[in-house]
């Protein structure tokens, strides 16, 4: 008990002496670790980050971005798009969920540079934090499994109604692995680690595999790999690349029938219950899992027809380039978050499961596209191009990591339709290009 009153005083005093330094830097944080909360708390982070401007107004000055500018004109466009969305409702309720576009650019115009001492803290206490929700999520596993003998418990988030998963299905398992992939490559390239940090990387790791998203784990050793590769220096490369090898070679091992269940059949079902989607539960016998090819081919489908993550993808991929050349959407798109009106239209004419036409894109590049039209995709191609060029030219990993990571996660999620996706993103956008800009 004593060491801990000592562990959470000393991180106390520490947050104390750097808010001192910097009059945004607990504000901000706590923007940044509520991420996984309930919005309700991240939105009044948000209300603290904007009140300290308020109490600060007279120590703060007006600094002009080019990469704070991007975030703005694709909130200012996606605005816009109500005067000619076609479901003008549904743009008008999306616009106050991609607010933070606006506002955490114009906090950042203000905020002063956070220095390179300050910026290392906020990434630790950030990464902290999501130790303790992945902590507190593997607790819930290991209770529910206890009760039920189910193993579902440990792997992704819930389905539909239930909320049996690692995570649960309101945070999106592909989200939070977002989130703490982050956090991993924060303490993988802490230069000095201690055994915590060692036991902290193999944890997260084994974290990640459990969350089972395809595409993340993919690209996450493959960052991994990189990082150990040609980022760790020579004295560690080697104990480092080896520490990487033994975690995934463990992990592998504890997760691989349910991981190769996600690679390669891309459903989680057991015979008593069926195979899962969305919107209902269909029993094995009536289901026709469709392939790629008849996602993209076929004229016809039927109820009985099963998607699977990368079919649906692909599906709603064809979807797009239908509209392309049958509406007018080339220059300005349906309007924000208007697309659903026609998907509905393409769930009838292809005759899909009742449901299907609910669910957007699940590409941010095609979702940006389709309803913002090429200026609104351009928009979002720039912003990412001068993170990741910033990125690489200041030699940052956790920076290069994070944009490599939105860049992929965008291929098969609509992230920025999220309203923590949104957070997420623009806060470590901002945080990341104002800091290398400037330093």
Not at 80 to 85: I, K, N, R, T, V
Not at 168 to 186: G, R, T
Not at 253 to 282: C, H
Not at 336 to 359: H, I, R, V
Request: aromatic share 18%; glycine share 4%.
């Amino acid at each position: 008990m004593t060491n801990i009153y000592s562990f959470l005083k000393n991180v106390w005093q520490d947050l104390i002496e750097t808010q001192k330094e910097n009059n945004f830097f607990i504000p901000f944080l706590l923007l940044l670790v509520t991420i996984v909360l309930p919005l309700g708390i991240n939105n009044i982070t948000l209300g603290i980050l904007f009140l300290f401007l308020l109490l600060n107004r007279k120590k703060v000055t007006f600094k002009r971005s080019f990469f704070l500018a991007i975030p703005i004109l694709l909130f200012i466009w996606m605005a816009l798009s109500y005067f000619w969305a076609i479901d003008k409702e549904r743009t008008l309720k999306a616009i106050p969920k991609e607010i933070t576009l606006l506002l955490i650019p114009f906090l950042f115009s203000f905020i002063p540079v956070f220095n390179q001492k300050t910026k290392e803290k906020i990434l630790k206490y950030y990464s902290f934090s999501i130790v303790a929700f992945t902590l507190v999520f593997m607790m819930r596993a290991l209770i529910r499994y206890a009760i039920t003998g189910d193993s579902n418990a440990f792997f992704y988030h819930g389905e539909y109604h239930d909320d049996y998963g690692l995570v649960p299905k309101l945070l999106n398992a592909i989200h939070v692995s977002v989130y703490v992939a982050v956090a991993f490559f924060y303490f993988l390239t802490k230069e000095v680690k201690s055994k915590a940090d060692y036991s902290i990387v193999l944890f997260l790791f084994l974290f990640l595999l459990l969350l089972s998203s395809k595409n993340i784990i993919v690209v996450f050793l493959l960052l991994t790999f990189f990082y150990t590769s040609f980022y760790s220096k020579a004295v560690h490369r080697v104990r480092l690349r080896n520490i990487a090898i033994m975690v995934f070679a463990i992990g592998f091992i504890l997760s691989f029938s349910r991981i190769k269940e996600r690679f390669l059949v891309e459903i989680q079902s057991n015979t008593e219950r069926g195979v899962r989607n969305d919107m209902t539960t269909i029993h094995t016998e009536q289901v026709h899992v469709v392939s790629i090819y008849e996602a993209w081919n076929n004229e016809k489908f039927s109820n009985g027809d099963f998607f699977p993550g990368a079919a649906f993808r692909v599906y709603q991929a064809r979807m797009f380039f239908e509209f392309l050349q049958e509406e007018p959407i080339f220059w300005k798109g349906f309007g924000l978050n208007a697309s659903l009106k026609k998907l509905l239209d393409k769930e009838k004419q292809y005759d899909l499961y009742p449901g299907y036409g609910t669910l957007n894109f699940h590409n941010q590049y095609i979702q940006n596209f389709a309803e913002l039209g090429v200026i609104g995709f351009i928009l979002l191609i720039v912003m990412l191009g001068v993170s990741l060029y910033k990125a690489l030219q200041v030699k940052d990993f956790m920076h290069i990591a994070f944009t490599i990571l939105m860049i992929s996660l965008f291929l098969t999620e609509s992230f920025l339709w999220r309203q923590r996706g949104v957070v997420f993103f623009t806060a470590f956008y901002s945080f990341f290009a104002v800091s290398n800009s400037r330093n």
